[in-house]
């Protein structure tokens, strides 16, 4: 079978990978990253978001053969080594933006690829770039809210719910 190698956040990793083998398979089954979580087949739902090269990717739309010698970046890079939270992770436990948390780690790194790019998105920008990221439970508001905390805006103005 053929090697793949990667680095993924910030060592490098490498396994066997058949052709057709997803990045999200590869990161979850080949290294036993399981926080990219798997939920769909249609490629709707977003909870596989990870950044390849610094973008945000539904790693279960690429072949992992397609991330040879990226940069990979999962949830569970996004924390410092000790635990302590990224500003968006603590934003969203702060302001309640999760529930069951399956889609969680593809909100957290969505928003962190937004927030790259667009350091300080309005409520419509942050709803319009989640369009991509489905969440069963929250009903959204405080996943947005969140987001907006993280920028470093005051959300005091946005009803809590
Ligand atoms: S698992 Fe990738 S979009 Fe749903
Ligand atoms: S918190 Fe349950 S799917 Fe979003």
Do not use: W
């Not at 949830?75 to 529930?99: K, M, Y």
């Not at 962190?112 to 942050?126: C, G, H, I, M």
């Not at 991509?132 to 005051?154: E, F, L």
Request: glycine share 12%; net charge negative; charged share 15%.
């Amino acid at each position: 079978m053929p090697q793949v190698s990667m680095t993924v956040n910030g060592k490098l990793r490498s396994g066997e990978v058949e052709g057709r083998t997803l990045l999200s398979t590869f990161l979850r089954d080949g290294l036993g990253l399981t926080g990219t979580h798997v939920g769909c087949d249609t490629s709707q739902c977003g909870a596989c978001v990870v950044h390849v090269d610094g973008a945000a990717v539904k790693s279960c739309t690429m072949l992992a053969l397609e991330a040879e010698g990226a940069e990979v970046a999962t949830i569970e890079g996004q924390a410092a080594p000790d635990g302590t939270l990224n500003v968006i992770q603590q934003a969203f436990q702060d302001h309640h933006g999760l529930q069951c948390g399956f889609c969680t780690p593809g909100m957290v790194m969505s928003a962190a690829a937004l927030l790259k790019d667009n350091p300080r998105p309005t409520e419509a920008e942050v709803r319009d770039y989640l369009e991509g990221n489905i969440c069963r439970c929250t009903g959204y508001h405080n996943i947005v809210k969140a987001i907006m905390a993280a920028s470093g805006q005051d959300v005091g103005a946005i009803a809590a719910e």
